[in-house]
């Protein structure tokens, strides 16, 4: 008897379990239809993210700071770093996918196998840490995973092509980072879904800033907070939105899902655009050398200077002759013109007009 009642409480446990996550995935996909964007709270517990912290803090050396891509295509442009855009220090995990072709039962039921351990993506940083498994952030990322593909793309249209998301990218603000006002996917890449989880333990203090303020169309500005264990999502080439100044130690990783046919026909573009500019040919080491040729030049142009402008112009104007044909490319793509009236463009450019090309490039979305 005493067994026959401890199953049928154990069955009202897992009901109660599988009835409150019903729910969180009803709620979340009520907002994503409604509004293009929504909010769980507590998808994970504080001692989860407290564990992830503790498997990240190793890494805290090896944190980079972030770079933006500019290019008026998304195929050819440059990645280049610019704090006052973009303040925040990232690592890219790699591992962890989702394999559709191999399935396993596992506690939760029948799922798709995960593929490999997750791992930095970095060589150099995944072999001075050989011993390292970051299996509580793995975890993570499949509930994240089984959240979105099993339960999100079923219910929410804008969702039902998804088949892959990227990597995962460990990002920390401070110290007044932000992220200016942008859109994730202007271009078409494929990504269709944002979703971020917070790594904060413990109670976030608001007065030290760092909310995503998302800006939905037709509505009031929404600020959400980095409380520990909250996701927060939104459609990738819709939602406009922005992380405000943090003075707080802001930890969240983010990850963009993508439909597969969107992607699949970015990538087909991709290789089309680059075979026709040039990028990709088979000197691939002129190639890179060019690439970052401009990069370096895009960011002169651009970046946080002690220069005073008309000094920065001048540099730029006798560097500009000194770019290749494929460095130009990159450089048209950035301000907007075609490579051959690169140069002309550049070398006739007034302070004033340096100036208004810079504001411009500071207030664009990415």
């Not at 939905?216 to 992380?243: C, K, Q, T, W």
Request: glycine share 8%.
């Amino acid at each position: 008897g005493n067994g026959n009642q401890r199953r049928r409480g154990n069955k009202k446990k897992k009901k109660s379990k599988g009835d409150k996550v019903q729910v969180h995935v009803n709620k979340i996909g009520k907002q994503l239809n409604e509004c293009g964007w929504a909010v769980c709270d507590g998808f994970i517990s504080n001692d989860v993210c407290k564990a992830v912290r503790d498997e990240i803090e190793q890494l805290q050396p090896h944190f980079e700071a972030s770079e933006i891509f500019v290019g008026k295509e998304n195929e050819v442009g440059a990645h280049i770093s610019v704090p006052s855009v973009r303040g925040d220090k990232v690592l890219w995990m790699c591992g962890g996918h989702r394999n559709e072709n191999s399935r396993q039962f596992d506690s939760a039921g029948l799922q798709p196998k995960t593929r490999g351990d997750v791992a930095p993506c970095q060589p150099t940083i995944k072999s001075a840490l050989p011993m390292s498994k970051f299996v509580v952030l793995k975890e993570v990322m499949k509930s994240i995973d089984q959240l979105v593909f099993e339960k999100l793309k079923k219910k929410v249209s804008v969702l039902n092509g998804l088949s892959e998301r990227s990597d995962c990218m460990l990002a920390k603000y401070a110290d007044g980072g932000r992220f200016q006002r942008h859109i994730d996917n202007t271009t078409q890449d494929g990504r269709k879904l944002t979703l971020l989880c917070y790594l904060n333990p413990g109670k976030w203090v608001e007065s030290d800033g760092g909310s995503l303020r998302l800006h939905p169309n037709g509505s009031n500005p929404v600020d959400v907070y980095p409380e520990g264990g909250r996701l927060a999502m939104f459609f990738s080439d819709l939602i406009e939105h922005e992380v405000r100044p943090t003075y707080g130690n802001r930890f969240a990783l983010t990850m963009w899902y993508y439909d597969r046919n969107e992607r699949l026909n970015a990538v087909k573009k991709a290789e089309k655009i680059a075979k026709e500019k040039g990028v990709g040919n088979t000197d691939m080491a002129l190639n890179i050398e060019a690439q970052e040729v401009a990069r370096e030049f895009i960011s002169e142009m651009f970046n946080d200077t002690t220069l005073p402008l008309k000094e920065l112009l001048t540099n730029v104007q006798q560097k500009v002759n000194t770019l290749d044909d494929v460095a130009k490319d990159i450089v048209g793509s950035v301000v907007g013109v075609e490579k051959d009236k690169v140069e002309d463009v550049i070398e006739k450019l007034s302070v004033e007009e340096f100036f208004q090309l810079r504001e411009s490039f500071q207030k664009m979305g990415i």
